[in-house]
């Protein structure tokens, strides 16, 4: 493989993945269509205090699909010094 489809690949890769990393904030609980057992979701819908956000996980198995919980936790900004 040359360097040149090497880099193309690398560069395809990490726009893949920031692209997937973006996407786990949504603005409803009711945008979060697909939970996944162990995922977590970012909502962004005032229910939380100043400098929170709301985390959706899907913590367990029921018969009828992932339960969800939820709860309060710091929102990640960018680093101050």
């Given at each position: 493989m040359s360097l040149c489809r090497a880099a193309r690949l690398s560069v395809l890769i990490s726009a893949a993945l920031a692209t997937v990393a973006h996407a786990a904030t949504v603005g409803r609980d009711q945008d979060i269509?697909?939970?996944?057992l162990g995922q977590r979701v970012m909502?962004?819908?005032?229910?939380?205090?100043a400098?929170?956000?709301k985390e959706v996980r899907g913590s367990k198995m029921s018969d009828?699909?992932?339960?969800?919980?939820?709860?309060?936790?710091?929102?990640?900004?960018?680093?101050?010094k």
């Amino acid at each position: 493989m040359s360097l040149c489809r090497a880099a193309r690949l690398s560069v395809l890769i990490s726009a893949a993945l920031a692209t997937v990393a973006h996407a786990a904030t949504v603005g409803r609980d009711q945008d979060i269509v697909d939970l996944k057992l162990g995922q977590r979701v970012m909502v962004d819908d005032g229910t939380c205090p100043a400098g929170q956000v709301k985390e959706v996980r899907g913590s367990k198995m029921s018969d009828k699909g992932v339960v969800r919980t939820s709860s309060c936790v710091a929102r990640y900004g960018p680093k101050s010094k």
